[in-house]
């Protein structure tokens, strides 16, 4: 339920009823406007419909919050959230570059791209220490050790570090390094991690599942934020669908129906999307155009020799050449790079 108050309305008027409210057992969530404030509540609205809220001189109406996702509907909140971490900021008019490669394999060589994707203008390196990965045999990361190196990286550039956490016996140690934690594809849905990641007092990076409707995808979301952490960004990565010509289908319909949806900033990720190298360039720009806030690409100097995603990784000097024409596309929507 949503209560507007009158331009009129008073601080006063808003202590009184945000204490009535949470006398009822319900959580007032204040937002305040240019020319209103509205008081979104969160809880049982059968209790809420026992109080006579017109009856307060300074409400205007009592609207339903007609999405089960309630925290994260633009509904909630219709200025779209800002969510910062260092220097990267995501969710204004300027398009956020987060680049680095798949999996940190050893201190040189993250200090190396970092250094290069900063050169190229991004304000997020990206960079995995614990990788999900469909065979046990495949290299699972470098652990905590590969954070220290992301952690170094960071020192050497200033760029704000982007990571995935897998568990949640990993958050508050990935937390100690990371500057935004990524909850990835695989864990959309674990809610135990959710909480924790929304407990965690840092921003979070939450992808899409492979399978996921939007609607899961805004309710997981809501697990996040209802931990009373609202820096959150949603990343499109791709689906799974029928073709298989690429590794993902990118839902690029998901980054307009979301900004309408929800207040939370969009991330879109052609790597995992496409899959292919030569397919990042054409997605990232469509992504831009179809209204995302960043871009998180996969970047690495030796892709051949890679451990983890080198077919999906593109050359600093290709993101070099991605960054300029995501300026060029960004300008001609309104918004810079």
């Not at 010509?245 to 129906?257: E, G, H, K, Q, W």
């Amino acid at each position: 339920m949503i209560i507007v108050l009158r331009p009129s309305a008073t601080e006063r008027d808003i202590r009184v009823l945000t204490a009535k409210i949470r006398s009822l057992g319900l959580s007032p969530h204040v937002s305040r406007g240019k020319e209103r404030t509205v008081i979104p509540v969160i809880g049982d609205e059968r209790v809420l419909a026992t109080v006579p809220l017109l009856s307060y001189r300074f409400v205007e109406k009592v609207l339903p919050v007609l999405a089960p996702f309630k925290l994260v509907s633009r509904e909630f909140h219709p200025k779209t959230t800002v969510v910062r971490a260092r220097g990267l900021a995501v969710g204004g008019k300027k398009v956020a570059l987060i680049a680095g490669p798949c999996a940190v394999e050893s201190s040189e060589m993250i200090i190396r791209i970092a250094k290069a994707v900063k050169r190229a203008g991004a304000t997020g390196l990206r960079g995995g220490a614990f990788k999900p990965r469909s065979s046990p045999y495949s290299f699972q990361g470098l652990g905590e050790e590969g954070l220290r190196y992301l952690a170094a990286a960071r020192d050497a550039t200033g760029l704000a570090v982007v990571t995935e956490v897998l568990d949640t016996r990993h958050v508050a140690l990935v937390a100690r390094y990371a500057d935004v934690l990524q909850v990835g594809a695989r864990n959309m849905q674990n809610f135990e991690l959710l909480k924790e990641a929304g407990s965690s007092g840092k921003p979070v990076l939450l992808k899409r599942g492979m399978s996921a409707t939007l609607k899961e995808f805004l309710e997981a979301a809501e697990y996040v934020v209802s931990r009373g952490n609202d820096q959150v960004m949603l990343c499109e990565r791709g689906i799974r669908a029928v073709e298989d010509y690429t590794r993902n289908t990118f839902d690029l319909n998901a980054i307009p129906v979301l900004r309408e949806l929800t207040h939370l900033p969009l991330v879109a990720d052609p790597s995992h999307a496409t899959g292919k190298w030569s397919y990042v360039h054409p997605m990232a720009l469509a992504a831009v155009a179809a209204g995302a806030d960043a871009l998180e690409v996969e970047v690495h100097d030796r892709p051949e020799d890679a451990r983890s995603d080198g077919e999906q990784s593109i050359l600093p000097a290709r993101f070099a050449s991605l960054v300029t024409a995501v300026k060029r596309v960004a300008r001609s929507v309104g918004r810079t790079a």
